[in-house]
């Protein structure tokens, strides 16, 4: 049995990640929150109820865990603007109590959620495993504080190489349980279809990956079952999607309608980048292998928001 501490299990990768592993019994689970009290309520609304404990962080530390998986921060562009700077705090708060676990806990596997943001706003081309991080010192804007954050953590992590501690970056992820009224390119998309509105979206020429819950959880799982290390992973899918190849298919599958236009209407939290993905394979050397592509995995959890969607307009009237 693998004991594993949740931090941050309010967030929406993490919920997801823990309905995956509802279906494993080798893996118990003692889920963490900043508001315990949400994260009951959900436990009981997805047939979990009474499953993992739930706990506020004030008893982190008085157990014994084989992992702790560290999903505290932001979930969308929106929250990234409104939270500001206070994101260096609460990122460096809950990874330096996880850090002093470690201390006393010197087995531990820790799993932190990165970004692909950690390699700085130069996405003019994907990052590869030689890519550096590109941050400007001398003029940093707001929009790169969460990169900036993410980074620092990084750095903290390689600078212990005694631990077992595997940084995560996550670049697109996209699930059916996500917040359909977040500011993402997808969720935009899906609002547009849902409304019978026309989405509005600039000519920028820009190449998304988005990772799928299941494969999430596949490489989780391959990190915690290989040989524990100190390093850092990036993820990916089988195939990233262009934003104008993804428009045509969602307008085929699903009806949308779309201008092209020079307004400025997105929320660019931490910058503007064409090609926001990595080509850096490592995690494959922990047995990951994608099962499906960006478009594939889209597709069939848009499939399945719409599908809510109107299910709960059927239900409202």
């Not at 995956?20 to 949400?38: G, M």
């Not at 850096?280 to 809510?308: C, H, I, K, M, W």
Request: aromatic share 10%.
């Amino acid at each position: 049995m693998m004991k594993i501490a949740i931090l941050g299990a309010t967030s929406q990768i993490a919920k997801d990640l823990i309905v995956s592993f509802a279906t494993e019994e080798d893996k118990h689970l003692h889920l963490f929150a900043r508001r315990p009290e949400e994260v009951v309520t959900w436990l009981q609304r997805v047939g979990l109820s009474d499953r993992y404990l739930v706990s506020d962080f004030t008893v982190f530390g008085k157990q014994d865990f084989d992992a702790v998986i560290n999903f505290v921060g932001v979930g969308n562009p929106a929250q990234a603007v409104a939270i500001g700077n206070a994101i260096f705090d609460i990122t460096l708060r809950f990874d330096e109590m996880v850090l002093g676990y470690l201390q006393t806990h010197p087995t531990c596997r820790y799993l932190f959620l990165s970004s692909g943001a950690a390699y700085g706003s130069n996405f003019n081309e994907p990052a590869t495993c030689d890519t550096s991080a590109v941050v400007p010192i001398n003029n940093l804007a707001a929009h790169e504080w969460y990169g900036v954050a993410k980074l620092h953590a990084e750095c903290r992590h390689r600078a212990q190489p005694e631990l077992n501690i595997v940084d995560i970056r996550v670049f697109n992820y996209f699930s059916h349980t996500q917040d359909i009224e977040a500011r993402f390119l997808i969720t935009d998309i899906l609002r547009a279809i849902r409304d019978n509105t026309v989405l509005k979206t600039s000519p920028d020429y820009i190449v998304r990956d988005y990772l799928h819950p299941l494969d999430f959880h596949q490489l989780v799982c391959a990190i915690l079952s290989a040989p524990a290390a100190n390093v850092v992973v990036d993820c990916y899918s089988q195939a990233p999607i262009d934003k104008f190849n993804l428009l045509a298919v969602m307008q085929e599958q699903f009806g949308l309608r779309y201008e092209i236009t020079e307004e400025n209407i997105t929320v660019n939290a931490t910058g503007g980048k064409p090609h926001y993905y990595s080509l850096n394979r490592r995690a494959g050397d922990f047995g990951y292998l994608p099962t499906l592509t960006s478009l594939g995995g889209v597709l069939q959890e848009a499939n399945a928001v719409l599908q809510q969607q109107i299910t709960s307009l059927v239900c409202s009237n």
